[in-house]
DNA sequence: CGCTTTTGACCGGCGC
DNA sequence: GCGCCGGTCAAAAGCG
């Protein structure tokens, strides 16, 4: 068999003449059975093809239906953590043959001053430095396997000992929506007079460009934010106390 | 000159 | 135990 493998290569099959060129011939019958042979090869080459063609196709679609439900996914979490205070669930499926075998639920553990933020901004606008008030000092900045834009790492320089920290990555969906993460809870007071304010982990705007989010979302937006900001101060003992003594 | 940003190195957690 | 990956550190470079 050494020498004889570059003859399957283009043209040649186990079962194609071409592979064998000194095999006797013993007649018409066996000619006739090779021809069949050979039609019976060409059938099942071109089945192969469309095989694995619909194979692909196949697998194009799972991976699409894929990405959809994860992306429903993110977004309910988003619309849990934002507007729910229970523990989110996620059910995550292994990639396993059997579909019976490993199905799993489990719970995301619940960060209380974690929140993520979606932030329409301007395409030409190559930085990710998301304007909220508060000042930050970048730290880092990385390459994630899921998503081709770099995440960028912040900390809160407002206070020295603020302990809050931010990470700025481009949407895989959509590169004109930049994803802010907020984790941690401010230790100081609001920068007052700013346009845009975040108030421990709950964003007060989110805009960073010239491009706004839509009229309805920003009013209704800003209402969440403004029972948001009230939420936030009453928790506050020390706001609280400051306002039953006056000035 | 001091502060900020950049970027490669390093570390720890996690899955296999 | 090993490799991968996200997060952080820290030295160097950039900038006002």
Not at 69 to 97: G, I, Y
């Amino acid at each position: 068999m050494a020498g004889s493998d570059s003859n399957f290569e283009e043209n040649s099959s186990p079962f194609d003449l071409n592979a064998y060129p000194h095999q006797p011939s013993n007649g018409s019958d066996l000619a006739a059975e090779l021809i069949r042979v050979k039609t019976e090869n060409k059938k099942l080459k071109e089945m192969l093809s469309i095989t694995v063609d619909r194979c692909g196709n196949l697998e194009n679609n799972v991976f699409e239906e894929l990405r959809k439900k994860n992306l429903r996914r993110e977004r309910e979490a988003e619309s849990n953590q934002l507007f729910h205070t229970s523990p989110v669930w996620e059910e995550s499926e292994c990639s396993c043959a059997d579909h019976h075998c490993c199905k799993k639920l489990r719970q995301i553990t619940y960060k209380p001053h974690v929140t993520r933020v979606h932030v329409k901004t301007n395409d030409s606008d190559p930085n990710l430095m998301a304007k909220d008030g508060f000042q930050w000092r970048k730290y880092g900045q990385k390459v994630t396997r899921d998503n081709p834009s770099p995440r960028a790492y912040f900390k809160c320089s407002f206070a020295p000992t603020c302990p809050v920290k931010k990470k700025v990555q481009r949407s895989a969906e959509d590169e004109s929506i930049m994803v802010v993460i907020y984790d941690g809870k401010h230790n100081h007071p609001p920068p007052f007079g700013a346009s845009n304010i975040v108030l421990g982990s709950i964003p007060y705007s989110a805009a960073s460009s010239p491009s706004q989010p839509t009229t309805q979302s920003l009013g209704s937006f800003q209402q969440l934010l403004v029972e948001r900001l009230a939420s936030f101060l009453a928790e506050d003992p020390s706001f609280t106390s400051q306002l039953a003594t006056g000035p």
